[in-house]
């Protein structure tokens, strides 16, 4: 059958991992939508907020490396299941938490752990070793993420009101410690690729510095990660307030829009992705520019809408470039990267776009107090920039 929406044979395959991937989201996306009012019910001011938020990222960017180096070295499951238990973890210090340094302590843990993406990334990468088949399976492990992001805050919004921070960390801690569970008793252990025994004891202690020396292909598409990331989080980070402002707007519709935007995620890594990949066969690098051009579209429109229905028509093109976007640049960066040092890549990588998110709201609310229309407007232009740059960079010969 040549539908784009035949389920196949890798789909099946790796549903045991997606699964568990898909658990473990849903309890991280539990937390999102109460943890800023719960932070300042506990009476933390903006800035504490700010610096409560940004410590998921920054640990993450500091831990990711590692993990993915050590799955490099012990295999993908074990990092899998370690990281699922401290998720789970810190999201049981969440249901308990009664103070903001309590609240610190949890995001900081979540943070430490967040590396069980990174380890099935490279898991699937293990598994799929031609370009296009990798970068269908990078869809559908970012279908299985997106699908937990949206349904995570929706629960956690419902568990929010009707037990609090409490109630929502047990369920939250139950989603995580199931995955971690189902992982140890149903996703196969996979040899390591390079077995600990025969690892360098003179390796470098700087995770990510040697590889980027190494293998400098990976130079610039870490630096288009970070943007794609940069301009996600620049929407992310005001577009309540722009929707407020200019077609009065509320949480509601905020909600409506991010669902939908999300289900497109789903479709799009699961489906048409994997369809443009095996199918059409565009080269990654020409697949990646029309995916910023889509997203800068989106992006540069979005302030701009007239009504509701045109801000759903304008997402669906954001959506759909967002879609293609971070799948084609895990492919990328697993073809250029040697196969004993995925997990570090993807440590690396995903470090890289949690630096994206940890500037992108400040940037953002800076733009939007200036002039609510530029963070979108700077945001598009970039991502422009970005894919002509791809396409500079792709022109070359690479030896």
């Known amino acids: 059958m040549n539908s784009m929406f035949r389920i196949d044979t890798p789909l099946l395959r790796e549903a045991p991992l997606l699964f568990a991937i898909f658990l473990d989201l849903i309890g991280f996306g539990m937390v999102i939508p109460d943890v800023q009012t719960r932070l300042e019910a506990f009476g933390a001011p903006g800035w504490q907020i700010g610096l ?3 410590s ?14 050590y ?7 074990p990092v899998l299941v370690i990281c699922g238990i401290l998720s789970a973890a ?27 993406v990174v380890a099935a990334q490279a898991y699937l990468a293990d598994a799929n070793r031609d370009e296009g088949q990798r970068t269908a399976a990078m869809g559908r492990v970012g279908a299985a993420i997106t699908a937990g992001l949206m349904l995570g805050p929706a629960l956690g919004g419902y568990l929010s009101d009707l037990g609090g921070n409490y109630l929502l960390g047990l369920v939250a801690a139950t989603a995580s410690g199931l995955g971690a ?32 020396r190494d293998v400098p292909r990976l130079r610039p598409l870490l630096i288009l990660a970070s943007v794609a990331f940069l301009a996600l989080a620049c929407l992310e980070g005001t577009f309540g307030r722009l929707i407020r402002l200019k ?4 949480p509601r519709e905020f909600g409506f829009i991010f669902g939908y935007e999300s289900l497109l995620g789903v479709l799009g890594q699961l489906f048409l992705l994997g369809w443009i990949t095996t199918r059409l066969r565009p080269e990654p690098k020409t697949l990646l520019g029309f995916a910023f051009v889509l997203q800068a579209i989106g992006l540069s429109l979005t302030p ?11 997402s669906t093109i954001y959506a ?26 993807f440590g690396l990588l995903q470090g890289a776009r949690s630096a994206g998110f940890l500037l992108g709201p400040t940037f953002g609310g800076i733009l939007f107090d200036w002039r609510p229309e530029s963070p979108y407007l700077v945001a598009g232009g970039i991502l422009l920039v970005s894919a002509a740059l791809l396409f500079v960079v792709g022109s070359r010969k690479e030896t």
């Open 90 to 116: 810190s999201l049981l210090a969440y249901a308990f938490a009664d103070t903001v340094p309590f609240i610190l302590a949890s995001r900081i843990l979540a943070g430490l752990a967040a590396a069980n």
């Open 52 to 54: 409560v938020l940004s």
């Open 71 to 77: 799955s490099d070295r012990i295999g993908r499951k």
């Open 247 to 250: 077609l009065g707007l509320g």
């Open 181 to 212: 569970l189902w992982i140890a008793l149903v996703v196969p252990h996979v040899p390591p690729v390079v077995p600990l025994a025969s690892v360098s004891r003179t390796a470098s202690p700087f995770v990510g510095v040697s590889l980027l």
């Open 320 to 345: 759909i470039g967002a879609a293609l976007t971070n799948p084609t640049i895990n492919g990328l960066c697993s073809a250029a990267t040697p196969k004993e040092r995925q997990g570090e890549m």
């Open 304 to 314: 701009f809408a007239p009504s509701l229905f045109a801000l759903f028509a304008i």
């Open 56 to 69: 998921y990222f920054l640990f993450q960017i500091i831990a990711s490396p590692l993990w993915g180096r």
